[in-house]
């Protein structure tokens, strides 16, 4: 238990990701002893006193999708290669939610306030450096300057990532996107007309023979249908879309979500 107390520490003071598995009831015949645990981090285990390598599996495969969810849960294994059911408990401690803000104009001022009220570890890129600095985005976590799509590209994209393009023009929007779309973000909107987005999806589908549940995936145009007009009112929308997808509401998006 002194290294899974170790790993745990280690987890809080990083704020990493991670997954606390702990066994609440076994059948009779079932090798695993109540009350036994398992720290899964970075779909491995961390430090474990369960000792049975089928629950182990079982436990890894379940903590992704508890993580997923951001949702702690009691969930009732059936596993027949240990020799019946368990019922474990998986805590989920989830990495702190990210917001990439990609485009640093007008939108991005009012949205990585909110983030920042919200908690989010906010991240804003764009190429202009008259746009992207510190005076203009004094709360954002980071400020990054250089070509948008690229600097996508050499970033690490996690489930705990919710990524915002609000760029200046589809012509930034559109190669950004192709940066991310099969990232494991957990969120992806993109501003722009209806007619813009659909040329665009379109052209995914055509030249780059993406899969429909992919494309699926964006919310585009981005934001919750609440008709908005100032820049602080979409900031607001897009948001609110951002908290709905996390923690799994049902308001309407403009998307159609």
Excluded: W
Aim: charge should be negative; hydrophobic fraction near 45%; proline fraction near 4%.
């Amino acid at each position: 238990m002194s290294s899974l107390s170790a790993e745990l520490v280690q987890i809080s003071e990083r704020g990493a990701a991670a997954v606390l598995a702990t066994v609440i009831e076994v059948d009779d015949g079932v090798g695993v002893a109540p009350g036994a645990k398992c720290l899964v981090r970075d779909g491995k285990v961390s430090a474990e006193t369960v000792g049975n390598a089928a629950v182990i599996d079982a436990i890894i495969k379940e903590s992704d999708a508890r993580l997923r969810a951001e949702k702690s849960q009691l969930v009732a294994l059936e596993i027949p290669a240990a020799g019946g059911k368990l019922e474990i408990f998986f805590e989920v401690m989830p990495a702190p939610p990210k917001l990439i803000v990609v485009g640093a104009g007008h939108i991005a001022v009012p949205l990585v306030e909110m983030a920042k009220v919200l908690d989010f570890h906010v991240t804003v890129i764009d190429d202009r450096l008259l746009y992207a600095n510190r005076e203009r985005f004094p709360k954002a976590d980071e400020v990054l300057v250089g070509d948008m799509a690229q600097t996508l590209k050499e970033m690490t994209i996690t489930p705990s990532c919710y990524i915002v393009l609000i760029t200046r023009g589809h012509a930034y929007d559109e190669p950004c996107l192709r940066e991310i779309i099969h990232s494991e973000a957990k969120y992806i909107g993109m501003i722009g007309s209806k007619r813009r987005i659909k040329a665009c999806f379109q052209r995914f589908r055509d030249e780059e023979k993406i899969a429909e549940e992919v494309i699926e995936r964006v919310y585009a145009p981005v934001g919750l249908d609440i008709a908005t007009e100032t820049p602080a009112e979409i900031a607001l929308a897009i948001l609110g879309e951002v908290i709905k997808v996390r923690r799994g509401g049902r308001a309407a998006s403009l998307s159609g979500h």
